[in-house]
């Protein structure tokens, strides 16, 4: 008899275009190519609902998520308070059979007596209350600010909740080793992603590549930062891409002649950028969880190179080009534009991820948790 798992995602994953969304589709692709029948259930905000998902889940239910000032006045954090559904708790009651939590946003009802009898598995994308006081640290909009203090003082009480939770799986070393101290619990199951393997090529790029969802303040705050630093003390060609820039980032860009921008590629334009790039530069100020886009950048691209915060006790950095100050960023960039990749570095990388960041393997991880 074949396994069957709820899994209970805060929004559609598909199409798998941003953060946390990847690693929950390619979850699910590896987990159903493992043999498991998938109960998923979405809670939706401006996305479609999807076709492609009935490919791989046996039932696809999907939930409105709730909005409005209301739930900002709740004691419960907004990501959380706006991701209940009767129906929902009802749908899970029609199978007794493990759930898997796509995150803190979606264990509304982790504690709630009828899920009692159920395998509760919650896959942690960040420590959430770090992250959002992260956010208030990176944002200007005072409101906003004050929002995402607000939200992280809610989400630190919320997280308590996680003792009731059969098991966690955080995605970062650093990330399983708070969980473990808290809750006595967590495993780490690296991002899932779409790379089955790395496909570098070989030869020279001529440019350098800032790639990330540029609608979040954190890379906001690292593309102000390159800016200011360092594509102002470099002729090279530039180019940022990512979803969603906002209009100071676009005419900001506008006024230097070396830098460009891709605002909203499709998925495969993206791999081509970052395949074609001679570095991809992405550094970041928020330590938390794993950044897809460093696994990204070393599946398909070139040069690497970033700072300590995106590399630190991932298992990664020895795969990339630390730096973390502007002199030697600025050393390195001029340095690594003019070589090319060698095959021993290739076969690092094919080393390390192609066996400890494989979805396969990581996919029977979770197979013989449930």
């Not at 929002?147 to 003082?153: D, L, S, T």
């Not at 393997?197 to 954190?218: A, C, M, P, R, W």
């Not at 991809?280 to 398909?300: E, V």
Request: hydrophobic share 35%.
């Amino acid at each position: 008899m074949k396994k069957r798992l709820h899994i209970v995602s805060f929004n559609i994953p598909y199409p798998p275009n941003y953060g946390g969304i990847i690693d929950v589709f390619y979850k699910i692709k590896h987990l159903a190519a493992a043999d498991i029948e998938i109960i998923l259930h979405c809670f939706h905000y401006g996305r479609e609902e999807s076709k492609e998902l009935e490919k791989y889940c046996y039932k696809v239910y999907y939930y409105e998520r709730k909005s409005g000032p209301l739930y900002l006045f709740s004691s419960l954090p907004y990501i959380v308070g706006t991701r209940q559904s009767k129906r929902l708790l009802k749908n899970l009651q029609e199978e007794i059979v493990p759930i898997l939590f796509e995150g803190l946003h979606s264990c509304y009802y982790i504690n709630h007596p009828l899920m009692g009898a159920y395998q509760k598995i919650v896959r942690t994308h960040n420590i959430e209350h770090h992250y959002y006081r992260y956010l208030s640290l990176a944002e200007k909009n005072v409101f906003k600010q004050y929002y995402f203090k607000q939200e992280a003082i809610k989400l630190r009480c919320f997280e308590k909740k996680l003792k009731l939770a059969s098991d966690i799986l955080s995605i970062s070393p650093d990330d399983t080793k708070y969980f473990k101290t808290k809750y006595r619990m967590g495993k780490f199951i690296p991002a899932f992603h779409p790379f089955d393997k790395v496909n570098v090529k070989t030869g020279q790029g001529d440019y350098i590549l800032f790639h990330g969802n540029l609608s979040v303040s954190e890379n906001q705050k690292a593309v102000n930062y390159l800016l200011d630093r360092i594509f102002s003390e470099l002729t090279l060609s530039v180019v940022i891409a990512g979803k969603n820039p906002p209009e100071s980032m676009i005419k900001r860009i506008n006024d230097l002649p070396h830098v460009s921008l891709v605002a909203d590629p499709e998925i495969k334009v993206m791999d081509q950028l970052i395949q074609n790039a001679q570095i991809s530069l992405i550094p970041t100020f928020q330590a938390t969880g794993l950044k897809l886009k460093l696994l990204a950048s070393l599946f398909l691209g070139r040069h690497c190179i970033t700072n300590s915060p995106m590399v630190e006790n991932t298992g990664l950095a020895h795969l990339c080009y630390v730096a973390d100050n502007i002199k030697d960023m600025i050393q390195l960039i001029q340095q690594k534009f003019e070589e090319e990749i060698t095959p021993d570095e290739i076969e690092q990388r094919k080393t390390i991820l192609e066996t400890q960041f494989s979805n396969t393997y990581n996919a029977q991880k979770i197979y013989e948790l449930i």
